[in-house]
């Protein structure tokens, strides 16, 4: 080597080499990802607030919620519920809680579906494909003069 030539040694003006940089920014943007992703998760994901509780405690009218299907709702503690008509008359209602990992059930065709990641529940909150291996909890509700009401009557 002549005076004239010079040698560089490191590897950029950034401390690091080109590969390095783009593999440092990917795993960068894979771990905002998978932040969104697992905060989606553990969080609320329904579509909507769904049916809350009026003055006189009554949080739907039965012919509000769809027979063969699920209304969301609001329940006594805040959380979010489903209310079920799987036949005509009779309502029943679950958490839409998902046992899997927290994320808020909806009502799907014919059933309750966790966006998240897939679980599938009858509308009796059994679990009819997983990862959810635990049904969803039932919750107390009754029907006076067409009117879903919280709690037993």
Known sequence: MTDSQTTVTSPSTFGCSRRQLL????????????????????????????????????????TDIPVGGALAATGSDGKPILLVQATEGTVTAVSAVCTHQGCTVVAGSGDLTCPCHGSVFALDGSVTTGPASTALPTVE???SDGTVFLGQA
């Open 141 to 143: 509700v009754h029907v």
């Open 23 to 62: 593999v440092g920014t990917g795993v960068g943007a894979l771990g905002v990802a998978t932040m969104g992703v697992l905060a989606a998760c553990g969080s609320s994901s329904s579509g909507g607030t769904g049916a809350t509780a009026a003055a006189d405690g009554s949080i739907a009218k039965v």
